[in-house]
């Protein structure tokens, strides 16, 4: 291996590179500015290091964050340059990674690795990393989306009492968000091959994070409410990101399933990314062994692109 030396990496001065590393590791565009952003927001968590030669040229990274809810668990990325590697360096940066992560008293590393991509996954297990879970990721081509056949779906739950509407139609406010945050919670926590873990720590982690963030659209949360009863029955959250949009979550309450719900709200956020998001492509991912979700986006025409696995490695 030439000689190289670790430093953290700089924003300004090494940031537009690694976004572009960040991009073929994730397969979706980061940019320099984004990558600055997210850093600026959430430096605490994050450490990195980047690798560079004599020269001033950058190599690859390590970049780890650690988890917002269990501060315990880190999720880390880890690149070389092509012409790098088969060098050793890979290694030299892994190891100064898990050095870093032990000495911070951290119990687990977790690492997205794309399904495509067995050599990454090789890497990782020869350094202990087991298969936690897999994400399949889906995309939909909204020329060829045909929903008429839903309508009548929709005719008949809405003829039973279900009320379809949005946030925005809601006028967003705080109790509206308050029963949003209780439905995706619930029904997050208890989708198929999940471990039940929460995603937000309270009401205001959901308000902050999710209804305050950016990409957030009110007219994009579709809801469907009992009427009946008051109750929220299911919902579906979609958004704009570049140019696709991408389904977040679709659940069903419990006591609802089983009446073709997450098929007509999931419909209705479809409709709204064509005809208000202007997109061509809804993307979207779910762990594999949640089958019935699986089952209902091949129906409505999805078709699986290269997802990846999580694995992870426990150090204590």
Known sequence: MKSVHLRPAEPERDFEQLAAWFSLLEGETTTATGLQTYYAQERARIT????????????????????????????????????AR????????????????????????????RDDQPAA???????GFLERSHALAMALDLATFDDRPYDAI??????????????????????AQRRLYALNDTTDRET????GSPSWASF????????????YRPAGQMVVIDTATGEWAAMSAISRFD??????????????????????????????????????TVRTHHN???????????????????????LEKRLS
């Open 192 to 195: 198929l091959g999940t471990d």
């Open 154 to 175: 929709i005719a008949r739950l809405q003829g039973e009492g279900f009320f379809f509407t949005s946030m925005a139609a809601l006028g967003d406010t705080e109790e």
């Open 288 to 310: 594999s062994r949640n089958l019935p979700m699986i089952a209902i986006d091949r129906k409505l025409g999805y078709v699986q692109t290269p997802g990846s696995w999580l």
């Open 243 to 280: 140019d696709y949009a991408y389904n977040l979550h679709t659940g069903v309450d419990r006591r609802y399933r089983g009446r073709k719900l997450a098929q007509a709200v999931k419909v209705l956020a479809l409709r709204y990314a064509r005809d208000a998001l202007h997109v061509a």
């Open 204 to 215: 205001e982690d959901f308000q902050q994070s999710v209804c305050r963030a950016d990409w």
């Open 48 to 83: 990195q290091r980047a690798a560079v030669a004599e020269n001033g040229e950058l190599l690859g990274f390590w970049w780890a964050a650690r988890d917002r809810l269990q501060p315990e668990i880190a999720v880390f990325s880890l690149f070389v340059t092509p012409e």
């Open 86 to 113: 088969g060098q050793g360096l890979g290694r030299a940066l892994y190891a100064d990674l898990e050095g870093a992560m032990r000495a911070a008293g951290l119990a687990h590393l977790h690492v997205n690795v």
């Open 121 to 127: 996954r090789a890497f990782a297990e020869r350094r």
